[in-house]
């Protein structure tokens, strides 16, 4: 089946760092990936979408200058979350969908537990 | 708006049944995914209903309605390692997917 692997899946650094994220379709491409987040107890909330050779799309209240998406080929999104403070905790999780299939479902990677101190 | 209501959170007992339902309101629909997600995890994906009727994957089905925005997913034979939160998803004319906030499941034993 379809396989996305995020990486890396956990992160402890200082505030005012900055994180980078990536996502890979392992064996399909994908024109368009997704990033969510997602805080304890609480439902995945959709960041943006990634497309592939060009801007992402961000969902409202989203800051695109601190969470900065690249999409630079068929199979690898990175989200940077830009000097990180402690309130950008959270887990993220992306996933892709199969290039020209967009009734497939979405396949997850297995998300990054962000910890900012 | 878009709108999917499931119910925040259900318990039920190790080795029967449990189902849960999900309702929608969308700018059109192209199908709809029901995943699973355990604590800490990202989701697992588990059907994806696009006609109406009964679709069964082993101790899993998954049931759809487009006429009346309805879907639900049922679980049989209950196990301990069941317990996850399940999440309705609906495509809509956009191809965009619109998350329902999950029913958290409770197995006793």
């Known amino acids: 089946g379809a396989v996305v692997s995020q990486h890396p899946s956990w992160v402890i650094c200082k505030s005012g760092t900055s994180v980078k994220i990536e996502c890979r379709s392992l064996d399909f491409q994908a024109t368009t990936m997704f990033w969510y987040r997602q805080f304890p107890k609480q439902s995945l909330m959709l960041m943006a979408t990634?497309?592939?050779?060009?801007?992402?799309?961000?969902e409202q209240g989203v800051e695109k200058d601190k969470f900065l998406i690249n999409h630079a080929s068929l199979t690898l999104s990175t989200l940077t979350v830009t000097s990180a403070h402690p309130e950008d905790s959270s887990f993220y999780i992306c996933?892709?969908?199969?290039?020209?299939?967009?009734?497939?479902?979405?396949?997850f990677g297995d998300g990054t537990r962000l910890s900012i101190l | 708006g878009q709108n999917i209501d499931q119910p925040t959170e259900m318990t039920a007992t190790e080795g029967a049944i449990v189902q849960i339902n999900c309702t929608y309101q969308?700018?059109?629909?192209?199908?709809l995914f029901w995943y699973q997600q355990h604590a800490g995890e990202a989701p697992t994906f588990l059907s994806y209903n696009v006609l109406d009727g009964l679709e069964e994957k082993g101790r899993f089905s998954s049931f759809l309605s487009r006429s009346k925005g309805y879907s639900y997913l049922l679980l049989k034979e209950l196990q301990m390692k069941d317990s996850a939160s399940y999440l309705c998803?609906?495509?809509?004319?956009?191809?965009?997917?619109?998350w329902g906030a999950g029913t958290k499941l409770i197995i006793k034993p």
């Open positions: 998803a609906v495509l809509d004319s956009n191809y965009q997917l619109i």
């Open positions: 990634s497309n592939e050779g060009s801007k992402a799309t961000y």
């Open positions: 969308t700018s059109g629909f192209n199908g």
């Open positions: 996933s892709a969908r199969d290039s020209g299939k967009d009734n497939q479902p979405q396949h």
